[in-house]
């Protein structure tokens, strides 16, 4: 063993199972499913998002699921620690850890973020650990016939709550036809949406993605959906594009009809700036994303509410370590989301079910997705009255379709994308339009 391996695996933990439940297979597929052209800061979502779906194979037969980013630069790296964890027990996460860890001790860390640009600070050890450590909780669970909320330290709660996600968005993708939820430019289309959402989920709690428009017209849909759903807790999250003064003076304008800002601006110092002019609390899930933010971001008094996100937190497992750091430092803790699929979603509800400490309603894009578009076999999750019941089944409680996923690798194949990327589209549509930060 070299030195660079022995300081990641101990010659104990180095001791492969002999027990029959050890990792035999492991198969990386990037799949695509259609999205619409939701607006965002750094441009909008293309026609088609991409995930890669992880599925760990044991000697004794079971298969566990995790579910993480599609880029080209990620997949290569969870295919290179899938070889890694051939022969490994599936209950010793640790060292699933340390070997995902040493499969990247030559990585240059470049790309691969899955965020479009967004989200570039992310642990790169954690962002691929995660579908491991999902895939091998799902795979204890079944042998255990325990739910991953009950491996998590147990239920404590029987249904997950979610907001519902709002998006600036066109009415369809250039040269496609248009989608059931319409354009939604100006406040009255945000509204619109709004009400399309909350009938059809019953969301009790909404959010805007803004950074699109300049701050006053959303501050004005904030406004017009305060107006027009005044029991609903909002948020507005413009993704760090607004400078000190311009998050302060919305800060101090939609201090009545917001729960939370997030990320008005994009470092911890500037955040911190700005909450320490405003009494609203500040969300984040772009200056604090890795372990190492916190001990700055605490000092700084620069957020209230870490929106954790297991795909970049390193999975489940210490996405539970989050929340316990959140906890006892005083820290309020909700959940971020990308465009997901049900893999991903079914995680993050075990994981939400088994931390005390969600104190707000969870980010999902679920509602964006075509119900047919997915690789569980449908009807465990479902969003109902703005939440979801905990499957109480074995593992995640989630089962692969396969047919599925071969036809949507192959939406995959055909799609021709091999990385997300916002800004790119959203120049061969508009070639005016220009990455800024801060742009207002
Ligand atoms: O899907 O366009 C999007 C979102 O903007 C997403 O990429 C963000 O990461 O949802 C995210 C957020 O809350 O910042
Ligand atoms: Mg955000």
């Not at 700036?273 to 405003?278: G, L, M």
């Amino acid at each position: 063993m070299s030195d660079a391996m022995t300081q990641y695996v101990t010659p104990q933990e180095q001791q492969i199972v002999s027990a029959n439940h050890a990792v035999t297979k492991i198969d990386v597929t990037p799949v695509a499913f259609a999205d619409p052209p939701l607006l965002n800061s750094v441009g909008v979502h293309e026609p088609f998002a991409l995930r890669a779906i992880v599925v760990v194979h044991t000697a004794s037969g079971y298969y566990g699921l995790g579910e993480t980013y599609g880029d080209e630069a990620h997949v290569a790296r969870l295919r290179r620690a899938a070889e890694e964890l051939i022969g490994v027990d599936p209950f010793n996460l640790n060292l699933v850890s340390r070997l995902v860890s040493r499969s990247l001790l030559e990585d240059d860390g470049q790309g691969g973020h899955g965020t479009g640009g967004m989200v570039t600070t992310t642990s790169l050890d954690d962002r691929v650990l995660s579908a491991f450590n999902v895939a091998c909780l799902d795979i204890q669970g079944k042998i255990l016939g325990l739910p991953v909320s009950t491996l998590l330290g147990g239920a404590v709660r029987a249904q997950v709550d979610f907001s519902g996600y709002l998006f600036y968005k066109w009415a369809s993708h250039p040269g496609h036809g248009e989608d059931k939820w319409g354009v939604a430019l100006d406040p009255s289309g945000i509204v619109e949406q709004a009400r399309k959402m909350v009938d059809e989920y019953g969301f009790k709690a909404l959010k805007l993605k803004g950074g699109v428009f300049p701050p006053e017209q959303e501050a004005a849909a904030i406004e017009a959906l305060h107006q027009e759903f005044p029991d609903i807790p909002l948020r507005l999250d413009p993704n760090g594009v607004w400078s000190i003064p311009t998050a302060i003076q919305i800060g101090h304008r939609l201090e009545s009809s917001l729960e939370y800002l997030e990320d008005p601006c994009l470092s911890i110092a500037d955040n911190a700036a700005v909450r320490s002019e405003i009494s609203l609390p500040l969300a984040t899930n772009m200056c604090v994303v890795s372990f190492d933010d916190l001990p700055p971001a605490l000092d700084a008094k620069a957020v209230d509410i870490v929106l954790s996100d297991h795909h970049f937190w390193g999975g489940l497992s210490r996405s539970s370590l989050l929340a316990g750091i959140a906890k006892t430092f005083g820290l309020s803790l909700s959940m971020h989301s990308n465009s997901h699929l049900g893999i991903s979603f079914a995680a993050m509800i075990h994981l939400a079910s088994a931390t005390e400490n969600i104190d707000y309603a969870c980010d999902t894009h679920w509602p964006w997705k075509l119900v047919e578009d997915d690789v569980i076999v449908p009807g465990v999750l479902e969003i109902r009255d703005g939440s979801v019941k905990v499957p109480t089944a074995p593992g995640l409680g989630v089962e692969l379709d396969t047919q599925a996923l071969e036809r949507m690798h192959q939406q995959y194949l055909d799609c021709g994308l091999q990385q997300r990327n916002d800004t790119g589209y959203m120049q061969s549509i508009d070639p005016t339009f220009e990455l800024k930060t801060p742009r207002w």
